[in-house]
């Protein structure tokens, strides 16, 4: 690893020689929370992006993680979806089924996704009451402060804009606190309808990860985590404040070049 260290408030940063030594330390990282969270509680409840994300979790289909990772007990669900047919090129459910969840011993039952044949209000509404279900039964675990789900992993990607699953900048769902889910339909990047975690559940998760690669995002990320910038109150990176989980920053050195104190040698 290039760099790794804590940042105040804006949680662990491990910046990576380059992408291989990134997904290694990924595929790790993810691999350890899940072994955590299956000798505490039984199983493994991990939401997922969509994005470069799941290309870079591509290890944990290799060995030796194929193998010893305790697939039967993950249950899978997203952070953000975009509101297509789950074929459609656009779905981050086929992005991820396509790039790990085939490749694995994954249970058909434990895998969550949105409803594709109903609008994007009823589709995020459908899912907040799957996941208040899982609540009850504890697979998704319960916030100790508020009534909010406690994923043990949230992974996030972010675009260049500093949005992070389907919050963008100066968007009015960056205030919604009363649902878990919730739906937009005017997306700036396409498509424009998708249903996203709101930022009381991203924050309330054990663990969230930002896994944000390449130079189009080192301007958000020096905003995001120096707290640089007028924009920077509402931008959607910054607002990723675990309340009692833990946040890390998986970076690679182009994403992390315009770091407040961060020196790279060639
Ligand atoms: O559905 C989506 O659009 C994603 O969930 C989105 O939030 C993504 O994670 C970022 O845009 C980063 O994407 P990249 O990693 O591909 O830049």
Redesign the pocket.
Known sequence: MALSGDNNDRGELRIHENLDELRTDLADYIAELSEAAVKERGVFAIA??????IG?MGKLCEAPYNKTVDWAKWYIF?????VVAKNHS?S?YKLAKDGLLSKVPIVPSHVHSINDSVSAEEAADEYMFVIRQLVKTRMVGVSDISDCPKFDLIL?????DG?????FPNHSVLDETDEWVTFITD?P?PPPE?I?FTLPVINSASNVAM????E??AEAVHSAIDNIGPDCPSLPARLVQPSKGKLIWFLDKPAASKLDGFQFSE
């Open positions: 997922l992006s969509g994005g470069s994300l870079l997203w952070a953000d979806e975009r656009d981050n996030l990607g972010m675009g260049p949005h992070i699953a389907s919050l997306s990047k998708r996203t896994v944000v690669t390449g189009s995002k």
